[in-house]
């Protein structure tokens, strides 16, 4: 998920660097959203880790 954030980012960026505002505006609110989606799932994943099974 952080992958996808960090790519929308870059996309962004070039397309702020070149001059088209709403494909850059489109993908920072992707990799905005992808980035908080990432940080809610890490802190849910350090609240209940996973139990490994031993059977």
Known sequence: ???????FLVI??????FGFGLVG????GAAKI???VF???FIVSLIFPRVRSTV
Do not use: D, R, S
């Not at 998920?1 to 790519?7: E, Q």
């Not at 505006?25 to 920072?28: H, I």
């Open 1 to 7: 998920m952080l992958g996808w954030a960090i790519t």
């Open 12 to 17: 962004a960026l070039i397309a702020g660097l």
């Open 25 to 28: 505006g489109m993908a920072y």
């Open 34 to 36: 992808c980035f908080f």
């Open 39 to 41: 940080l809610v799932l």
